[in-house]
């Protein structure tokens, strides 16, 4: 399969000869899901801002489809999309013309994107909310604009940050349908989770992140191979990583 | 442990600071021009009414509603918290000491407002009334008098469990201000001291008794300093922006057409900052404004040349304010994250700018032609917003978005 995203030797920081993360090496495939997972301020929403091109790497680089943020920073961006851990909308903008500005940003057809609108609308249960401004919208609703937003481009990478929270189960259900559907398509997903019992039911690797480094990643097979730790869940496996038995 | 002795004065010092910050904000905005000039302009209108002003007109009765409102409305700044309601309510006991503070401070400001309002009436006391330093001296000490009793008994007021049963007070310290005012613009001194009587008697056996039989309402007094807050922060942000104030953001459908553009990639940026900017409650609220005020100032200003500086100016003003809009999303992942350029974003952004300036320029120049019927600087007027918008905004931007992004 071939790699879409492709993290080689990242490491960065928010201040300079402070690193956060470090060396990290992964790769997101074609046709897969890739779980990212670690405890509050291992590094995840760091690596994350590092793949979206918002923060630049100390050394090693981020491609996607091989090219760097650096080479092409228009063709780069326009082959994920996002979906933040904490929603984030415009205040002044209904639902529908969240949607319609996104797919415009994408550059998609107009014919493209009411073809693929209405039933998204509806397997979210949002039809009926499309001149709702998110004054209006709960923090699940949020969430739904936000995964609607991202699911409507189809992009081949979808990087996903704790998706599950305040969503309702229909939702999250909805959700991991279109990814699973995505995926059997040909679309890489990274996403971020500690919702672990989702996690081991849906990704199909794993990267373990402990304090700013990959202290672990691979198949569930794969992690139980190196942690020594037969058929334990990805819960204990976690778990015996998180208290730092694994270096 | 909290010392709540210096509470009140680490509070009101982080008060009266954000305050004068606030006020070198608005001093800036160079909004504050215009309302000296607005104030120059009422006071000569005000003079020219007071000759207007028929023989037989009821100054006493509208003066008397005017402070009764004046007296009973009184307003408390506690300076009180959220988090108050959790911190502070272990030691309500030891909160004797602030709220008096507050109270004090209450007084103080209470005072030199009547005092001011006084000092604008006067001239009508004056022509209606009565006239001599003696008698401003004496109106303005028994309005203050009744100002620091309707303030302390307000206080004590507070103590009530209800809203209706603060009311119920409300309306009789209302009654008694109204009559005590109207004796006081009679000049019925004897009357005036057996109001003083009546107001003793109220203050130590209806007030003064809610002190022991209720503690403090914390979540009104809360309610209350917060709608007081916000009050401050909307007059405020009039002149510049308060963060602190959540933005409205209102529908007008009208204005919808604006907002809308044919579905392309390069349209994206364009259709985002014109629904912004009609939706939102400043930015929107605030051209309005700058075009209004523009057209008082070029109703003032003598006609001439010089006017197209005038314009100019507000072409200055109407910029720098609305560049807040792009930085706005400046902390917005997912506007970051488009895959559209950001030279191509701050591009839009200065061709939508340079749209409003020209529409701006227009109106000016319709409004000066109508005025004076000099066409010729009329017709100038457009084209100074062109030209300031090709000369002037690229670097403009450059200095306020490139760099601080």
Partial sequence: MKPILEVSDLTGGYMPNQPVIHNLNFSVKESEIVGLIGLNGAGKSTTIKHILG???????????????????????????????????????????????????????????????????????????????????????????????????????????????????????????????????????????????????????????LHEGRLVLSGTLEELRERSGLTDATLDEIYLYVARGKVT | MIDVKKLWRKRRNAHLTQTLKYFSLMANSGLIVSLILLIIVGSIYYAKLLKALPQDFPAVLILTVLFSFLLTKSAIRTLLKEGDLVFLLPVESGMKHYFSQSLSSAIASGSFVTLFVFTLTWPIVQVFITDGWKMYVTFAFFLIAAKVFNLYVAWEERRLPYKSYQLNYKIMRFIVNFVYVYLLFNEAYVFLIAMFAIMYVLKNFVFEVFKKMHGYQWEMLLAEEQTLKLKGYRLVNYFTDVPALKQTVHKRPLLNMLGTFSFKKKNMMPALFMKTFTRSGDYFGLYIRLILIGFLFLYLVPPGWWQLAVAVLFFQMLTLQLFTLYTQYKWNVIFNIYPIESNVKVTAFMKWLRGLLLFQGLLYGVFYGVLTGDWLIALLMPAAALVYSLLRLPSLTKKHITLSS
């Fill in chain 1, 54 to 208: 918002l923060m630049e790497p100390m050394s090693g680089s981020s491609k996607i489809l091989e090219q760097t943020f650096r080479d092409e920073p228009e063709i780069y961006r326009s082959q994920f999309t996002y979906i933040p851990e904490i929603p984030i909308l415009y205040d002044e903008l209904t639902l529908w013309e969240h949607l319609e500005l996104t797919a415009m940003a994408y550059g998609l057809e107009e014919q493209t994107f009411l073809a693929r609108v209405r039933p998204l609308l509806e397997e979210f249960r949002m039809d009926n909310k499309i001149k709702w401004f998110p004054n209006q919208f709960s923090k699940g609703m949020k969430q739904k604009v936000m995964i609607l937003c991202a699911l409507l481009v189809e992009p081949k990478l979808y990087i996903v940050d704790e998706p599950f929270v305040g969503l309702d189960p229909l939702g999250i259900q909805s959700f991991l349908e279109y990814m699973v559907t995505f995926k059997n398509s040909g679309a890489g997903v990274l996403m971020s989770t500690h919702i672990l019992s989702t996690a081991e039911r849906y990704c199909d690797r794993f990267l373990i």
